[in-house]
């Protein structure tokens, strides 16, 4: 009994150091535990229209900057896809157009309702479309780009943006036809006749209304000529002449022909 009361009266004498930690811990988990301050309305329509003021003053950077705080507040769906759209508009406008490209296909699939979806489909090929990649590159987003504009015009085959649609292929195709000239042409320029021969009859096959035309029949020309310069026996020279004889003869036919758009001047090497 008399441990008891000494240990009762030392508890009282130090009862402070028993309640310092409750002191100090307890407003900490008061304040980790309490929502955080909700966002007034009013100032919330102030952060848009102050974004929507830089993007029509074309202050894309700032504006993208605004919207990058904004979304994390914003709560309706709609409103979430109106400001991403702001957003990959500013991308775009900023000639970021890969990041473009892919907002506007996030649009499109997270938010199918959305009033603009066609303009957002339609804004992922023409972003795509809008990335210039030399000819000598890889041709991935070229493909993915007709992809994308193939689709829009499937969707929406009279749409909005269909005639803008359609240059935008016209364009990406012969963007790949160059590519696929030009890799015949190296082959002329490396030496590999018959690679070149293969490559340059593929060509005419898939662009037979091409204005490369001229080109590529004057380079024919000059493979079967060089072919018949190292041919080993008569009968293979007889071969290769009656080749370029042929080719010759759609050159002369080609040029004679007042609606053929001929590329003017000779291609050399």
């Known amino acids: 009994m008399k441990d008891y009361i000494i240990n009762l009266s030392v508890i009282y004498r130090f009862r402070w150091l028993f309640l310092l930690p409750c002191t100090l811990v307890g407003p900490i988990f008061c304040v980790l535990a309490a929502p955080p301050a909700p966002i007034q309305p009013d100032l919330l329509v102030q952060q848009k229209e102050k974004i929507i003021r830089l993007y029509e003053r074309k202050r894309y950077a700032k504006a993208n900057a605004q919207i990058e705080l904004l979304l994390p507040l914003l709560k309706h769906r709609l409103d979430r896809a109106k400001f991403e759209c702001y957003q ?5 406008y ?3 157009y890969l990041i473009s490209a892919h907002q506007f296909h996030w649009l499109v699939k997270q938010y199918p309702t959305f009033p603009q979806v066609e303009e957002a489909l339609f804004m992922y090929g023409y972003s795509l479309a809008c990335e210039e ?8 987003f070229t493909y993915k780009a007709i992809d994308a504009l193939e689709r829009y015009l499937a969707v929406y085959p009279a ?24 890799a015949a042409a190296l082959y ?7 690679a070149a021969i293969v490559a340059l009859k593929n ?11 001229e080109k590529v029949l004057r380079l024919l020309i000059k493979c079967y000529e060089k072919l018949v310069i190292q041919a080993a026996n008569e009968d293979k020279k007889k071969e290769l002449l009656s080749c370029k004889s042929f080719f010759l003869q759609q050159l002369t036919e080609h040029l004679s022909d007042p609606s053929s758009h001929a590329a003017a001047g000779n291609t050399t090497f």
């Open 203 to 213: 060509f005419d096959e898939a662009y037979p209304e091409t204005t490369l035309k």
């Open 159 to 182: 749409g909005a943006y269909c005639h803008k649609a359609a240059e935008a292929l016209q364009s990406l195709r012969d963007r790949l036809m160059h590519k696929h000239f030009q």
């Open 188 to 194: 002329v320029r490396l030496g590999y006749y018959h």
């Open 88 to 92: 990959a508009y500013c991308n775009f």
């Open 133 to 140: 990649v030399p000819i000598v590159l890889d041709q991935t």
């Open 94 to 96: 900023e000639k970021k």
